[in-house]
C-alpha cells in the first residue's frame, strides 16, 4: 500500500481521514465512556445514515443534491438528533438511557424507508454500513479536518469543565457551571465525530471506534489524560493498520479496523492478567 500511496490519490484521501478519525474517535470517547454514553454513538450513527440515505434519495429528483456530498446532509441529520437527544433526556429525567434507543430506532426506520424508495444508490449500500477506502473524497478530507480541529479545540478550550461535568454532572449544576450549554456543545461535537467518521468505519461499527481504545486503556491507566493518549494511540494503530490491512485483503476497512481494536484490548488485558499472576508469585514467596 506504501508504495501505492503516492500513485492513487483516493488511497492517499483515506489514510489522512484514518489517521485524523483514529485520533478524533477515541479522544471524544474517553469522555463519552466515563459519562457512561457507551450507546449514543450507535444512535447518533443510525441518524447520520438516514441522513445520507435521505440525501441520496433527493439526489435522485433534485439537481442540487445529486451533486451534494451526501455526508453534509448526514453529518446536519447528526446533529439535529444529538440536540433531539437532549430534549428526550430532559423528558425523561429519571430514564435518560430510553432517549438512545428511541433515537436509534427513528434512525434505522428512516434510513430503511428512504433506502427502500430510492431506485438504485450513487453508492453500494455496504460503504455506508461498513465504510470503503474508495469512498474518502477530498470534500470529505476538508470536512473530516476542519472537524477534528474543531473537536480539539473545544477540549483544549473546555477540559476542566468538561472533565468536572463528566465525572460528576450534579456537582457540576450545583457549583454554578453551565452545565446545560457544555452539554450541548459536547453532544454537537460528538455528532460531528460520528458522521464524518462514518466515510472509513461505517455505521455500523463506528461506534467500536470511539468505545473499544478507551477500554482498553482504562485497564491500565491510572489517570484521565493517561486514557485519553493511550486511547489515541489505540486508535491510530487499529485505523492504520485496518486500513492497510483491509487494502491488502480488498475488503471493507470498518471491519478490520474494529478486529484490530478487538485485538488490542484482548491483549491488553491478557497482560494485565500475566502481571497480575506474576504479582501474586512475588507476593507468595
Do not use: C
Amino acid at each position: 500500500m506504501i508504495t501505492d500511496l503516492w500513485t492513487y490519490s483516493f488511497l492517499r484521501y483515506a489514510f489522512i481521514a484514518a489517521l485524523v478519525i483514529g485520533f478524533t474517535a477515541p479522544l471524544i470517547g474517553s469522555f463519552i465512556v466515563v459519562r457512561r454514553m457507551s450507546l449514543i454513538a450507535d444512535a447518533l450513527s443510525h441518524m447520520t445514515l438516514a441522513g445520507i440515505s435521505f440525501s441520496l434519495f433527493l439526489g435522485q429528483y433534485i439537481a442540487l443534491f445529486a451533486d451534494l456530498n451526501p455526508l453534509y446532509m448526514g453529518t446536519l441529520i447528526s446533529v439535529l438528533a444529538a440536540l433531539g437527544l437532549n430534549w428526550l433526556r430532559g423528558k425523561y429525567v429519571h430514564f435518560q438511557e430510553l432517549s438512545i434507543p428511541i433515537m436509534m430506532s427513528a434512525g434505522m426506520g428512516l434510513s430503511a424507508i428512504f433506502i427502500s424508495l430510492s431506485r438504485g444508490f450513487s453508492v453500494d449500500l455496504s460503504t455506508l454500513l461498513f465504510g470503503s477506502i474508495s469512498a474518502v473524497s477530498q470534500s470529505d478530507i476538508t470536512l473530516i479536518v476542519s472537524v477534528a480541529v474543531l473537536t480539539f479545540l473545544v477540549i483544549f478550550i473546555f477540559y476542566k469543565q468538561l472533565l468536572f461535568l463528566s465525572f460528576d454532572e450534579e456537582q457540576a449544576k450545583v457549583s454554578g457551571l453551565p452545565s446545560t450549554m457544555l452539554h450541548l456543545l459536547f453532544m454537537f461535537i460528538v455528532a460531528l465525530v460520528i458522521a464524518v467518521s462514518m466515510r472509513i468505519v461505517g455505521t455500523l461499527l463506528v461506534s467500536s471506534l470511539i468505545t473499544l481504545p478507551v477500554a482498553a486503556a482504562l485497564r491500565f491507566t491510572s489517570s484521565f489524560k493517561q486514557t485519553i493518549l493511550w486511547s489515541i494511540i489505540f486508535g491510530e494503530v487499529a485505523t492504520i493498520g485496518g486500513l492497510v490491512l483491509a487494502y491488502d485483503l480488498d475488503v471493507a476497512p470498518g471491519g478490520v479496523i474494529v478486529l484490530i481494536a478487538v485485538g488490542i484490548l484482548a491483549a491488553v488485558m491478557a497482560l494485565e492478567k500475566v502481571m497480575s499472576f506474576k504479582k501474586k508469585e512475588v507476593q507468595h514467596e
